[in-house]
């Protein structure tokens, strides 16, 4: 590349600052399927003999198969896995070698290797979150009559089933899944036949090139074609995303399996010890997830920076993309992978989850419902049974245990038969609204998630 115009070699301090092929060469695969796709519009146009093609084919699979095996060795000197195949490629095969990039800039190349790339890996985050919401689904259906005392604020506020807690979470990565699909859908335009910026004066049939490599369009502007990434910001944003769903469900794990909660267990395949402490049982499996969105949040600054000075078109800045996206994209298939495995594993423990989630005092809110049955205003019923809580609260008494003196004198409409009101399956099954937690909607749901899933 640099024989014509240079007369010294490049400082070795640039090569090893400038290089990518320690890291892009994880495009390897889809530089070949492009390179492949252009070569044969490149025939088409009459650019290439068939000879020259099909030496070109050749010799590309070639390469891409001892890639493959471990058997290229890769030059920093060359920069980028882009120069690497191609240079390796017309030591091979001579001339037909060397006419492979006419009419083609690593600029256009390159952002057509990153969507390639993308459109593989999205199928693969798509199964990691299908696994995950499996897992999730899975547990519900094994806990489907655990009661489980829902928070607000991290105070116990009413009782649920447990698999409605963890069917929030199958919603939340249904989103997550959705969003995943939108990132490929407008991700799906061939950038290749944008040139270094301005296309070029040999015209190949780029809706042919793109129908071979299964986009469904071509990019319209040669300019927007090689200089933005968004596409590759809409993946890191759906990522962080994940990852912020999957730290609040580590966050939850890390509280369950303390003392102070003790609602489930981790597996001892799932679970670290101290080199300190030997009675220690630790929760780093969701910990570590839970640290780990500090990278997936991170990738997405990282290229928002990089992009958002950039002058029209191509800066070599681009090739700080490659990291962040990689990074994110296994970050986040392992963080899915181990979470769905630590979920499979994880014990419930039902009596103490229903043991908290029996509190009386959970089903205050019910007390009010029932005075508004009765024709009390609503706000007069928080009122009178706000002052219930607070005696029990004070005396230690339960509130379904308060005397009947008191009730009399606080909240009389209240006495006709108060005490069957502390019952959490009958309040569960009261809140049949739909998304509410009666037993009725809550296997509906599971039904549907387990249908969805197979
Ligand atoms: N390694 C470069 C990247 O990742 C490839 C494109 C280089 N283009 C150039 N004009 N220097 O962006």
Known sequence: MRHGRFEESMSTLLRDYGESVSFDWRLYRHDIRGSIAHARALQKAGFLTQDEFASIEVGLNTIGEEIAAGKFTF?????????????ELTNRIGDAGAKLHTSRSRNDQVA???????????????????????????????????????????????????????LAYVEMFDRDYGRLGDVALRMDELPLGSGALAASTLVLDRDAIAKELGFSRVTQNSLDGVSDRDFALELLSALAIVGMHLSRLSEDVV????????????????????SLMPQKKNPDIAELTRGKTGRLYGNLFRLLTVLKGLPMAYNRDLQEDKEAVFDSVDTALMALAVTAEMMRALVIK???????????????????????????????????????????????????????????????????????????????????????????NVSKRLAHWKKLLG
């Open 255 to 274: 509280l369950w399996t303390t003392a102070e909660f003790g609602f489930a267990c981790l597996s001892d395949r799932h679970s670290t010890g101290s």
């Open 75 to 87: 030059s920093t000197d060359l920069e980028d896995i882009h120069m690497n195949i191609e240079k």
């Open 112 to 166: 057509t290797d990153l969507r390639l790339y993308l459109r593989d890996e999205i199928v693969a985050l798509q199964s990691g979150v299908r696994a995950l919401q499996s897992s999730l689904v899975d547990l519900a259906h094994a806990n489907e009559d655990v009661l489980f005392p829902g928070y607000t604020h991290l105070q116990r506020a009413q009782p649920i089933p447990l698999a409605h807690h963890l």
């Open 350 to 440: 039902r009596e103490v989850a229903t043991k908290a989630a029996s509190d009386p005092a959970l089903l205050a809110t019910d007390l009010a419902d029932e005075l508004v049955r009765r024709n009390i205003p609503f706000r007069t019923a928080h009122d009178l049974i706000g002052k219930l809580a607070a005696e029990s609260s004070k005396t230690g008494i339960p509130l379904n245990q308060l005397p009947e003196d008191l009730i009399r004198e606080l909240c009389p409409q209240l006495l006709i038969d108060w005490k069957s009101i502390f019952d959490p399956i009958r309040s569960l099954k009261a809140r049949a609204a739909i998304g509410g937690p009666s037993p009725a």
